[in-house]
């Protein structure tokens, strides 16, 4: 780990000049500044924000990088990991990055200023991260991801069968009689690279379906963009019958569309979520869900991290959990039966 003296050294300046060079630029020539500028980043050095309020001793600090603060699955997931930590006497710092790597390279870099011993990481979609990943783990960050793990990444993960999951859902609908079943979202691989929907037209084509191609539409999972999808979705000449919502935002999205056509559930189309969110089942009809059992995850994600820092072994390092359906009153068969196959 480079040094601010490393930087002088490098520079041809004293230490005084080169901290001068970050916190009053504006006192320096520009061509000491220029060369200050230069050594930092060949070094890649980045100032310690905590001051050297280490040293002598380890961080006892983990981030907590979520994809969506709005997303209720993340904050049980935060809760559960805090308390897991905190009997290990850690503190969580936690922030997101939108489901974006590059928001998220920004977050690893301000977690790494905090000194962080190490990261939970629900990974955003993309690469701009992966290189910064690599160099926080050659300085010793532990990192752990959870909910989605990268194919490119060989790092400790806690996930849910996400496959065996959307699996339930479809086999529970095509057994209802249902033929026109659309998942809101389509697998990308750079805007919508997750297993959820990657593995949706693969189990349809087990099924003997097919996913219409004006049903497939690559979009963000979140409330409003569920919302529009669901709208587009219903002004189709051929709608589907049901809708597989991907997460329980998605979800909350689908029926407020819903809502406003005055399309009733399940009498005129079936919804099935994932997350067994509290209003999920205080709605009239309660929402089918997928439930996660989010705060095992969260546990184990937790433990993973402390056998890094400790030194420890895990039993394994990859940890994959099944899903629940619930089954309530959004899902029945389609107005008309279709014909099988």
Not at 69 to 77: A, K, M, S, T, W
Not at 97 to 122: C, D, F, H, K, P
Not at 222 to 241: F, G, M, Q, V
């Amino acid at each position: 780990m480079s040094t601010i003296q490393d930087v002088a050294r490098l520079a041809g300046v004293s230490p005084t000049t080169a901290k001068r060079a970050l916190k009053e630029p504006d006192k320096l020539t520009p061509d000491t500044l220029a060369r200050v500028q230069q050594a930092i980043a060949q070094l890649h050095y980045e100032p310690d924000q905590r001051a050297g309020s280490l040293r002598g001793g380890q961080s006892r600090t983990v981030g907590l990088i979520v994809g969506s603060i709005l997303e209720p699955f993340f904050g049980q997931f935060a809760r559960t990991a805090a308390h897991v930590l905190a009997e290990a006497d850690h503190t969580l710092i936690i922030t997101e990055n939108e489901y974006s790597a590059a928001r998220e390279l920004t977050e690893l870099r301000r977690l790494y200023g905090q000194r962080v011993a190490g990261i939970l990481l629900r990974p955003g979609y993309g690469t701009e991260s992966h290189e910064y990943l690599r160099r926080l783990i050659s300085r010793g960050v532990a990192i752990t991801e959870y909910d989605y793990h990268h194919p490119q990444n060989d790092l400790p993960s806690v996930m849910l069968d996400n496959a065996g999951a959307v699996r339930q859902a479809v086999t529970h609908l095509h057994a209802l009689g249902h033929r026109r079943i659309a998942a809101l979202g389509t697998y990308d691989p750079l805007t919508h690279p997750e297993e959820r929907s990657r593995a949706f037209p693969e189990i349809m084509n087990d099924l003997g379906l097919t996913v219409p191609a004006e049903y497939r539409r690559v979009t963000l999972l979140t409330e409003d963009s569920a919302y529009r999808l669901t709208h587009d979705l219903l002004d189709l000449p051929r709608p589907p019958t049901a809708l597989l919502a991907l997460t329980g935002t998605q979800a909350s999205g689908a029926y407020r569309a819903l809502r406003e056509r005055g399309v009733r559930l399940p009498h005129d189309i079936s919804l099935i979520s994932f997350d067994n969110y509290p209003w999920t089942a205080l709605v009239e009809p309660p929402i089918t869900v997928l439930e996660q059992p989010v705060e095992e995850m969260a546990r184990q994600a937790a433990h993973l991290m402390l056998a890094q820092l400790e030194g420890r072994t895990p039993v394994s390092t990859h940890a994959v959990l099944p899903a629940r359906l619930i089954e309530r009153g959004s899902t029945a068969p389609p107005p008309t039966r279709e014909p099988a196959g």
